[in-house]
């Protein structure tokens, strides 16, 4: 059955470090998502992506973070400088269609540890 | 602002009993709903969904519920097994007005335990 996968699976940074965090969304899917989910809190939405460019974003997505899909196959998630607070799961998410009811398919997250 | 709420953080039922997850939105804007189980240190995997445009749907052992004039929804699991015990979100989407991105907004999660 396919699957999102990202990778690292864990990140230790110092504050003020760069990261690069990394998903490969379901073949053939059109929607990119990421969300985050810090210890103890909901999982919340950063940003959506589709057909090259964001399509929406929430207030915590400032000009820190970044989205990028390189390739066809990989979405990638930077924060230019870490802070302590960035500290949380980080999920990449993926959609295939634009069908109202069509289901967000989550990987396994990215623990991101900023010391 | 908590646009899904999910009041209860733990549950615990024994094994073979119904559980009752419930949630609640107040978004009327909301019209796709979701039931994602979630494990320590995994991903939210999908459980089931269901449309504002019906009130039931049915997968296997998970039955969601949708009462739209209260705003409220339940995931009912018949019968419980105790590798059903995890942590259960309820998620939302609504239309936004810039497309279909469609990003989903989460309550804060029933811990489930079944007690064999």
């Known amino acids: 059955e396919p699957e999102v996968t990202q990778t690292p699976s864990h990140q230790v940074t110092q504050m003020g470090q760069e990261v690069i965090l990394r998903c490969v969304p379901i073949?053939?899917?059109?929607?990119f998502y990421w969300y985050r989910q810090i210890l103890g809190q909901k999982v919340e939405f950063l940003v959506s992506f589709y057909n090259n460019e964001i399509s929406e974003k929430s207030e915590i997505f400032d000009d820190q973070f970044s989205v990028e899909r390189p390739d066809g196959s990989n979405f990638t998630l930077k924060i230019r400088s870490t802070k302590l607070e960035d500290s949380a799961m980080y999920f990449c998410?993926?959609?295939?269609?634009?069908?109202?009811?069509?289901?967000?398919?989550f990987g396994p997250g990215t623990r991101l540890t900023v010391l | 602002d908590q646009q899904v709420k999910q009041n209860s953080p733990s549950l615990s039922v024994q094994e073979g009993r119904i559980s009752i997850l419930n949630c609640d939105y107040t978004?009327?804007?909301?019209?796709?709903f979701l039931w994602y189980k979630k494990y320590p240190a995994e991903g939210p995997t999908f459980l089931i969904s269901?449309?504002?445009?019906?009130d039931k749907n049915e997968d296997g052992r998970f039955t969601v519920f949708l009462n739209k004039s209260a705003k409220h929804l339940s995931l009912h699991i018949v019968p419980s097994q105790p590798g059903d015990s995890a942590v259960y979100f309820c998620a939302a989407s609504a239309v936004n007005t810039l497309g279909s991105a469609r990003q989903l907004t989460f309550g804060s999660g029933t811990q489930l335990t079944v007690l064999p």
């Open positions: 073949s053939n899917h059109l929607y």
């Open positions: 978004n009327s804007m909301f019209d796709y």
């Open positions: 269901i449309s504002s445009i019906k």
């Open positions: 998410a993926s959609r295939g269609t634009s069908r109202s009811t069509d289901t967000q398919y």
